[in-house]
């Protein structure tokens, strides 16, 4: 890391921590020239591609993943900090799969499993709107299929 005052190009680490956000790590350096201090945040660069139904690509947005799971939240007992946790431990599942791309179909699928664990309601509202129900039939299905869950 180069210093800020000298442009030394060597530092030394004196603290490290996480910052407010998950994936940030806050780094206290040292200049090894200088002696002077500063710091640095450290994020992870998750170089994901989501494939879209269309076959068009865009990068993996956690924040777009936070709206989708807040919305299918709303007015339900799960917090925003919940949705947050949520879109924080499905971006590690996809980190720790190591892929670099994913289809649209399968991160819904994960967030659907997600959300089936933590609301009902929530997990409904996401899969109407992420399977584009077009019958009641396929709504009722998915209510059925979810009560079966919960009651094994």
């Known amino acids: 890391m180069r210093c800020p005052f000298c442009s030394h190009e060597d530092s030394k680490v004196t603290d490290s921590r996480n910052a407010t956000e998950s994936s940030v790590v806050r780094r206290r350096r040292e200049c090894v020239q200088c002696a002077r201090r500063f710091t640095t945040f450290e994020t992870v660069d998750l170089s994901l591609q989501v494939k879209k139904r269309d076959g068009t690509y865009e990068d993996f947005q956690q924040e777009k993943l936070i709206r989708g799971i807040d ?31 994913i289809e649209s179909r399968e991160l819904g699928e994960i967030v659907m499993h997600h959300l089936q664990r933590v609301d009902v309601i929530a ?5 109407c709107v992420y399977k584009r129900f077009t019958q009641i039939r396929e709504l009722l299905e998915a209510i059925q299929s979810v009560t079966k869950c919960k009651e094994e």
């Open 71 to 101: 919305a299918a939240c709303r007015h339900t007992i799960v917090s925003h900090q919940r949705a947050c946790e949520l879109a924080d431990q499905i971006t590690a599942e996809l980190l720790t799969k190591g892929v670099r791309e």
């Open 123 to 127: 997990y409904i509202r996401f899969a």
